[in-house]
């Protein structure tokens, strides 16, 4: 690391170069990212960012030779708890942009596709936390429950590159431990996104679509695993302009067939048996109880082959075997879970008791992602060479 008047060579060199590439700079300016005295927001950004390439922590950098040079922790902290960043912006802009220059690389007969997931952000450790919840682990085959929150994510995937778009840490409002600081300014971006916290996932999934698509982002399906896909977010996606592809459960959600409202266990039933395909058993046209167009495949689940999974998706058209394909596309967002917190720090490096210094810090592990996917992307596709 260097000090604040080297701040050129503060960047390995390969990331300095993806850093200009992506403008990466300037989206934070754009989104409000500044400060007029002291260190610049840019180096700061570019400290932190650099932290997991040096192979340090900021206590480390702290006990260094060159401690001396950097900013105190207390400037460190006011950055990542300054509720007047807008990071939601300067994500969205970001990924916009760099799934535009995916996208140019993408063949036009590749499917791309939004994908809806959560995953925990735990804080098992924590008891001042900024409206710190108690959740359960959905995904976990433990069961369990953890202190913390509902990293509900989405991003974007061709099959080949995985970025994240946008984010929230949803708390609970039956099950948090602790509530808004009342300190903050209602103003702020960071107010907002605390209100947010406390809604539920499918309130926000629609309005994050809706954000991505207004950026342009180029997308055909939504995918979702089974926690998601529920009749009235299925219909406000698709009256977006967007079809949907997803897991489903044998709940109380009804469908269609000759004008009679069956279950998924009995549309299973009526489905007509599918042949020369040993994984997919049957499928189906009907329509769900609000009136929206569905095809849904029975395939042989894998783990217990004397059961059968079911897979919905709101374009009719696509075939039995594209279905099943695209819809496989959603491990993308499942990889992308695992590589931030297993080697890009999320949720470790920095362990601030305000909701702003966690929305900030993940959405600079966010962008540590999306550098280092564009520069794979680049390193093994020969259309960027030359």
Do not use: H, M, Q, Y
């Given at each position: 690391m260097i000090a604040n008047n080297d701040m050129n060579n503060q960047l390995p060199k390969a990331l300095k170069a993806v850093f200009d590439e992506l403008g990466i700079l300037k989206h934070l300016r754009n989104a409000g990212i500044t400060k007029g005295l002291g260190f610049s927001c840019t180096y700061i950004f570019k400290l932190i960012f650099s932290l997991i390439f040096e192979g340090k922590n900021w206590y480390m950098l702290l006990q260094g030779k060159k401690s001396d040079d950097l900013p105190e922790k207390n400037a460190i902290y006011r950055f990542l708890n300054n509720p007047k960043y807008n990071w939601r912006r300067f994500l969205?802009?970001?990924s916009a942009a760099t799934i535009s220059k995916v996208s140019t690389l993408?063949?036009?007969?590749?499917?791309?596709v939004l994908i809806v997931d959560d995953s925990s952000y735990e804080r098992n450790r924590s008891k001042k936390v900024e409206l710190l919840a108690r959740c359960f682990d959905h995904a976990s085959q433990k069961m369990r429950y953890y202190k913390g929150f509902r990293m509900l994510t989405l991003g974007w995937s061709d099959g080949t590159t995985f970025m994240p778009i946008d984010f929230s840490l949803l708390s609970s409002m039956k099950a948090k431990i602790n509530g808004i600081t009342e300190k903050i300014d209602k103003r702020t971006s960071g107010y907002k996104?605390?209100?947010e916290a406390l809604q539920k996932a499918p309130e926000q999934l629609p309005d994050m679509i809706k954000r991505a698509l207004s950026k342009g982002i180029d997308a055909s399906y939504v995918l979702m695993d089974s926690w998601f896909t529920q009749p009235p977010l299925i219909k406000d996606i698709v009256d977006q302009g967007i079809d949907v592809i997803g897991m489903v459960k044998a709940t109380n959600q009804r469908y269609l067939v000759n004008d009679k409202r069956v279950g998924l266990k009995e549309l299973y039933r009526l489905a007509a048996p599918t042949k020369h395909h040993k994984s997919i058993l049957r499928s189906i046209h009907t329509t769900m109880a609000n009136g929206v167009d569905v095809k849904?495949?029975?395939?042989?689940?894998r783990n217990k082959k004397s059961e059968?999974?079911?897979?919905?998706?709101?374009d009719c058209t696509l075939t039995d075997q594209e279905i099943i394909r695209i819809y496989g596309m959603r491990?993308?967002?499942?990889?992308f879970f695992k590589t931030t917190k297993s080697l890009l720090k999320l949720q470790k490096e920095f362990q601030g008791r305000s909701y702003d210094s966690m929305i900030a810090h993940t959405s600079i592990v966010f962008t540590r992602y999306i550098v280092l996917s564009w520069q794979h992307r680049c390193s093994t596709d020969e259309r960027t060479l030359g």
């Open positions: 969205l802009s970001l993408t063949g036009n007969k590749r499917p791309k996104r605390r209100r849904v495949v029975f395939v042989r689940n059968w999974l079911a897979i919905l998706s709101t491990w993308d967002i499942e990889v």
